[in-house]
């Protein structure tokens, strides 16, 4: 008699050799040894069953302690906040978690072996020095930290967030690069209207979104000349809903650009675009423009957000467009809004 279990699965690696895996979703992958029904694997698939990852995949190394800083992020894994969070944001937060529990003291001791109620600003402080030649990724390591001690409290396994108090260090950069008009006459000069190049180009700067949101968008988001659309960052837990105004000038490009599917951005072979496919691809016709490797589809966002703050819309009208929750958030893609127009605009309205 044969008995199926659950979630066993075979991989083929690139010798030919059969290997059995345990794989339910949401949880990482974990090997099951020894030839399938012997004593051996049994214990390793009940391990599996039970959690009991680590003592399989490494059996000479000890458990999880409990009340580690490794411990609280594996409950921080486990917990709604962190299952409702998109999939690149979980993988990214959890990398950094990670990097933070392998990381070796003077004394060879894994920072993710010790108690995570024993944590100082200091010790946080001294991981985001470690990364200073990389701003960005210190600052995305203290937030990471600062997300899960605020889980610590709000779940009362902690009454203090060690990571509240330290500043980020990359505060005054001003992160990705917003294209200026000449950069955006020069992509129109080589890519002309009715070329999916130029439609998406016109998408994202008269749309203000992110590409996650730029590939999805169809003729069935379009009704009485407004796109409707749900963001998709935070769309689990935040939920942003806009109704963009279709400008004239969009309206005419979308006219004019052939379309097959149900998504108005398309590859060669007719069908959606992925997020991270999009950006490969708008990179090579930003090459074929011959500009610098700084502009990007998420400049685009900052561009049309400058154009809006140049034209003299205010704060809350530009949000409506770009889906910005707060005023903070925007003036971090309208900071290069030229302080020329809204001086004189200021003073014409004397």
């Known amino acids: 008699m044969r008995i199926k279990l659950k979630y066993v699965v075979e991989d083929v690696d690139r010798h030919g050799n059969v290997r059995l895996y345990y794989r339910r979703k949401g949880q990482p992958k974990v090997r099951l040894r020894g030839p399938i029904g012997s004593p051996e694997f049994l214990a390793a698939y009940r391990a599996a069953q039970t959690g009991v990852q680590q003592a399989i995949e490494n059996p000479g190394l000890p458990r999880i302690k409990p009340k580690s800083l490794r411990w609280l992020c594996v409950e921080y894994y486990r917990s709604p906040e962190f299952k409702r969070l998109a999939p690149r944001t979980r993988t990214i937060r959890r990398r950094f978690l990670e990097r933070v529990c392998d990381r070796l003291d003077t004394k060879g001791r894994k920072d993710g072996d010790k108690p995570y109620a024993l944590l100082e600003p200091r010790h946080v402080r001294r991981w985001r020095d470690e990364k200073q030649e990389t701003p960005a990724e210190a600052d995305n390591l203290v937030k990471a930290i600062r997300v899960l001690y605020s889980f610590a409290i709000e779940n009362d396994l902690h009454d203090r967030n060690p990571a509240a108090s330290v500043k980020n260090i990359n505060k005054h950069a001003k992160g990705i690069h917003c294209w200026t008009e000449e ?52 769309r689990n837990r935040k939920p942003v809903h806009l109704q963009i105004w279709i400008h004239p000038e969009l309206q ?85 809004a030229d302080r020329k127009v809204g001086a004189e605009r200021a003073l014409k309205n004397l």
């Open 183 to 234: 950069e955006i006459a020069q992509f129109e000069a080589v890519h002309p209207i009715g070329s999916q190049a130029r439609l998406a180009l016109a998408l994202g700067l008269y749309t203000t979104q992110r590409r996650a949101d730029l590939v999805k968008l169809g003729r069935q988001h379009m009704k009485d000349g407004y796109f409707y659309l749900t963001q998709h960052k935070n």
């Open 252 to 336: 005419r490009i979308i006219d004019a650009t052939p379309t097959n599917g149900l998504t108005l951005i398309e590859t060669a072979f007719g069908k959606p675009f992925t997020s991270n496919g999009f950006g490969n691809r708008f990179k090579k016709w930003c090459q074929d423009a011959g500009l610098p490797e700084r502009c990007s589809v998420h400049g685009l966002r900052k561009a049309g957000a400058t154009r809006l703050a140049n034209s003299g819309a205010s704060d809350h009208d530009i949000m409506a467009v770009t889906g910005h929750t707060t005023v903070k958030q925007l003036h971090g893609y309208t900071r290069e």
